[in-house]
Antibody, heavy 122, light 111 residues
Framework: EVQLVESGGGLVQPGGSLRLSCAAS????????MDWVRQAPGKGLEWVGR??????????EYAASVKGRFTISRDDSKTSLYLQMNSLKTEDTAVYYC?????????????WGQGILVTVSS | QSALTQPASVSGSPGQSIAISCTGT?????????VSWFQQHPGKAPKLMIY???NRPSGVSSRFSGSKSGNTASLTISGLQAEDEADYYC???????????FGTGTNVIVL
């Protein structure tokens, strides 16, 4: 059974940093692209970024709203995905979902974790 | 990069068919066959229902189908059931701003 479990969320002040983790199991993590997607409270979905697999040189892509502030990394030996978030702004407050890309490489995620809340507030 | 436009809500009675539209531009929906649809129940993670315009992942009911014409994609739910009441989001691959853009979301209400 595919499982994605996010952790590391919480309350952080504007300008601060936070690192989210996503522990994956139930599938061959190293074969898959992975996405981060977020959802502000009561709002719609926003794609944050993508980590490609080793075959594609672990390249990453980011939304313009987070580029230069957020960094996606992965550790295939630990079957884990990470999102390092720096210079956080109040508008980064959201539930952050980790998602496995599967059915198609050309869609945001395919199977999603349950999400973790990040609150940026003073 | 603007979100794709969806109606705020669509309603129907059990057994009826409803359609949700998703309007983008020639830089996203109109340019690619990579439109997907997600279902989200309150407090839950989104679930993939349709990918690449009209493909269903394993386990998704055949009552869900997708189509696209020009810059507008559509999700049709036939034989509406109470469990279909949820928020639905479309998404498209994009060549401007971000890799993917989502729709504004549609709340489906089963009367």
């Amino acid at each position: 059974e595919v499982q994605l479990v996010e952790s590391g969320g919480g309350l952080v002040q504007p300008g601060g940093s936070l690192r989210l983790s996503c522990a994956a199991s139930g599938f061959t993590f190293s074969d898959h692209y992975m996405d981060w997607v977020r959802q502000a409270p009561g709002k719609g979905l926003e794609w944050v970024g993508r980590s490609r697999n080793k075959a594609d040189n672990y390249t990453t892509e980011y939304a313009a709203s987070v580029k230069g502030r957020f960094t996606i990394s992965r550790d295939d030996s630990k079957t884990s995905l990470y999102l390092q978030m720096n210079s956080l702004k109040t508008e980064d407050t959201a539930v952050y979902y980790c998602a496995r890309v599967g059915a198609s490489l050309m869609i945001p995620g395919g199977y999603w974790g349950q999400g973790i809340l990040v609150t940026v507030s003073s | 990069q603007s979100a794709l436009t969806q109606p705020a809500s669509v309603s129907g009675s059990p057994g009826q068919s409803i359609a949700i539209s998703c309007t983008g531009t020639s830089s996203d929906v109109g340019a690619y066959k990579y439109v997907s649809w997600f279902q989200q129940h309150p407090g839950k993670a989104p679930k993939l229902m349709i990918y690449d315009i009209n493909n269903r992942p394993s386990g998704v009911s055949s009552r869900f189908s997708g189509s696209k014409s020009g810059n507008t994609a559509s999700l049709t739910i036939s034989g509406l059931q109470a469990e279909d009441e949820a928020d639905y989001y479309c998404s498209s691959y994009s060549r401007s701003g971000a890799l993917f853009v989502f729709g504004t979301g549609t709340n489906v209400i089963v009367l």
